[in-house]
């Protein structure tokens, strides 16, 4: 696949968002970009997402582990895929590293688990680069805000998808960038801009 794949990773609120669509614009001036988000980025998968983050909703850690892996293969099938395969720049606020932290590490899954489930459900499609924008948990969840489903879990289960997502970043060097987001948009925006291979900024 000619195209760029890059994951924006991140504990709740840590700006990821308004990071990833400066990138896209800075990117879009030369490349076709893909924006999207997990869970969603198709019908299908938005319709999941609507049942993933209602706060009136109680399942299981399996059944919601399933549920975004299921949304996922649809994404990456239909969107990323074919985005990737025409050359463009797909740029996903969430990809598999959410699952292994947030249902494999704070949920107790196990990651190894968590990850063979989403091998089948992705074939193996990976993202180039994975920035995980770094924030200490206290200071993400204090800002304002609506909550959902997930992020009304409290500090201590934040706490655990941030390490476990550092843990990810540990283990794979190259294909992660870890970037304080305690500075500025614009001071975030430049050490992401500089992490982008030079041969597509
Ligand atoms: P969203 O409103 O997109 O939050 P954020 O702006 O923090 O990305 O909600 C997505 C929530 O779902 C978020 O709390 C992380 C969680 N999530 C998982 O638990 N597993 C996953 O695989 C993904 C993609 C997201």
């Not at 980025?41 to 399996?62: C, H, K, Q, W, Y």
Request: aromatic share 4%.
């Amino acid at each position: 696949m000619s195209g760029l794949f890059v994951a924006f990773e991140g504990v709740d609120r840590s700006g990821k968002t308004t990071q990833l669509s400066l990138l896209a614009e800075r990117l879009g001036e030369k490349h076709e970009v893909v924006v999207t988000r997990e869970p969603g980025g198709t019908p299908v998968a938005e319709a999941i997402r609507v049942l993933l983050l209602a706060d009136d909703v109680n399942m299981s850690a399996r059944c919601e582990a399933l549920l975004f892996a299921a949304a996922r293969a649809d994404h990456v099938e239909r969107t990323i895929r074919p985005a990737l395969e025409r050359g463009a720049v797909v740029l996903s606020d969430r990809f598999v590293d959410s699952s292994l932290a947030y249902q494999g590490v704070a949920r107790g899954l196990g990651v190894d688990e968590v990850e063979r489930v989403n091998m089948w459900a992705t074939g193996g499609v990976a993202p180039d680069l994975t920035i995980m924008l770094d924030l200490p948990t206290g200071t993400s969840t204090a800002r304002d805000g609506e909550v959902d489903r997930m992020e009304s879990e409290g500090e201590l289960f934040q706490a655990r998808v941030r390490r476990g997502l550092l843990d990810l970043a540990a283990r794979d060097v190259h294909r992660y960038s870890v970037i304080d987001a305690s500075g500025t948009i614009e001071e975030v925006a430049d050490l992401v801009w500089a992490s982008i291979p030079d041969e597509w900024r």
